[in-house]
Structures are given as C-alpha cells and as structure tokens.
C-alpha cells in the first residue's frame, strides 16, 4: 500500500500530525469495524494497515548511518482484541505481542473499540469482536434470545440464562412481533468519554425437536409426492 492510497482511507492530508492520525484511525476503524452495522473485515483490515503505514517513523535519504544507539518510542499500534465479556466487566488476559514475551494484562472494565490501554511500555489499541454469542454496538451490547413461539405471540414473563447472567424480563406482544427488547442500563458501563449503554435481546422463535421431526417427516412426504 502506498502512503497516498493510506492517506485516503484514513481522510487526512500528508501534513496531519500524530494527533490528528490517530483520531481519523479511531473514526475510521469504528465505521469499518465487521461487528459494527455496515462494517467489513477488509475494510477494516485496509484501515489497519494504512494506519500502521503513516505511523511508522520515515527513513529518508539524508540518513547516511545509523547511530550506535537508537531509542525508538514506544508502540502505539498494537491491537489487543478482547471478548464482550471482558468489555463489560474487565478481568484478566494473557497476551504475548509478536517478537515479545508474554504478559498479563488486567482489564478494567467498560472498553471500547478505539480505547487504548498502557502496559508498561507498551500502549496497546483496543479491538471489541464478537464472540458468537454477544456483540458490541458502540456503548450496547447484543444477544440472541431463543423463546417459545407460544411466549412471542402472547407476551408474559420470562427469566433468562444468559452469559451476564440471569435477566428476568418481560415480553410484551408488541416486542414479541418486533423481535426485540431493550434493558436500559444493562450494556457496558460508562467510562471516561463513554456513556452508559444498553443491552439489547434479539428474540428468535425456538424450534422444537418434535416441531423439527415434524417437518423433517413433511418434507420427506412432499418429496416423494414430487417423485
């Protein structure tokens, strides 16, 4: 990638100072990001590297020879991808950066994509993935709820295991059509510039196994039908 392309990607001019690239890599890694509404991982993974790309120092044709001794500053480019578990609640991650030794980092909680965390020497950039059961939308958080077709079309109360715990919550008709319910409150903290999120259910009617043998027996009928 040459620096004019990454300089597009990223919206900024060849003049931008460190501050200014930094945050038009922030916005941009947000607005890219596949976990995120409208995002892409080769978008993102274009908006990664055009950042590494204009971050790193220039080597010009004025060097003739290095000095003995070069004291490069620390990284501020190295990505630490972490659960939505761990965003919420923060805890304890093992992590070994390449060509490094491995650390263990102490999360706190309420991260976001674009957060970055200092260990040491190092600063690391936060990256929020999904981890097949819950994602992370901006400040909320996301889960897929299966329920009883019966408690979707009626409503009622219903306490549900999920991976934040127990949530009793009650679903009325007009969320059970709509296939979803907000709990104000419920996503991740607020920290620093970030509000206090929310925690939204998708609510996927449940298949039974007899529902399931069922249409398995009618497809199997309607094919021999066919034949």
Same mark, same amino acid.
């Given at each position: $990638?040459?620096?004019?392309?990454?300089? *597009?990607?990223?919206?900024?001019?060849?003049?931008?100072?460190?501050?200014?690239?930094?945050?038009?890599?922030?916005?941009?890694?947000?607005? =890219?990001?596949?976990?995120?509404?409208?995002?892409?991982?080769?978008?993102?993974?274009?908006?990664? *590297?055009?950042?590494?790309?204009?971050?790193?120092?220039?080597?010009?044709?004025? /060097?003739?020879?290095?000095?003995?001794?070069?004291?490069?500053?620390?990284?501020?480019?190295?990505?630490?991808? /972490?659960?939505?578990?761990?965003?919420?609640?923060?805890?304890?991650?093992?992590?070994?950066? =390449? %060509?490094?030794?491995?650390?263990? /980092?102490?999360?706190? *909680?309420?991260?976001?994509?674009?957060?970055?965390?200092?260990?040491? =020497? $190092?600063?690391? *950039?936060?990256?929020?993935?999904?981890?097949?059961? $819950?994602?992370?939308?901006?400040?909320?958080?996301?889960?897929?709820?299966?329920?009883?077709?019966?408690?979707?079309?009626?409503? %009622?109360?219903?306490?549900?295991?999920?991976?934040?715990?127990?949530?009793?919550?009650?679903?009325?008709?007009?969320? %059970?059509?709509?296939?979803?319910?907000?709990?104000?409150?419920?996503?991740?903290?607020?920290?620093?510039?970030?509000?206090? %999120?929310?925690?939204?259910?998708?609510?996927?009617?449940? /298949?039974?196994?007899?529902?399931?043998?069922?249409?398995?027996?009618?497809?199997?009928?309607? =094919?021999?039908?066919?034949?």
């Amino acid at each position: $990638m040459h620096r004019k392309r990454a300089r *597009e990607i990223l919206g900024v001019s060849p003049l931008a100072t460190a501050a200014e690239l930094r945050l038009a890599f922030r916005e941009a890694a947000k607005q =890219a990001h596949p976990d995120r509404a409208g995002g892409d991982a080769e978008r993102f993974r274009e908006v990664v *590297e055009a950042y590494r790309l204009l971050s790193a120092p220039k080597i010009t044709d004025s /060097i003739i020879q290095p000095p003995a001794t070069v004291a490069w500053p620390a990284r501020t480019d190295t990505f630490l991808n /972490i659960t939505p578990l761990l965003a919420l609640n923060g805890g304890e991650l093992f992590h070994q950066p =390449a %060509g490094g030794r491995r650390l263990k /980092i102490r999360l706190p *909680e309420g991260l976001r994509t674009g957060d970055t965390l200092r260990v040491g =020497a $190092m600063e690391f *950039e936060i990256t929020v993935r999904s981890d097949g059961e $819950m994602l992370v939308r901006g400040d909320d958080l996301w889960l897929t709820v299966p329920l009883e077709p019966g408690l979707l079309a009626q409503g %009622g109360r219903v306490a549900l295991d999920t991976p934040l715990g127990r949530r009793v919550v009650w679903i009325t008709r007009k969320a %059970g059509e709509r296939g979803l319910v907000r709990l104000v409150g419920q996503g991740l903290p607020a920290r620093g510039p970030h509000r206090q %999120g929310h925690l939204f259910l998708r609510l996927a009617a449940q /298949i039974s196994s007899a529902d399931s043998a069922a249409k398995t027996l009618r497809r199997r009928f309607a =094919a021999a039908w066919a034949a």
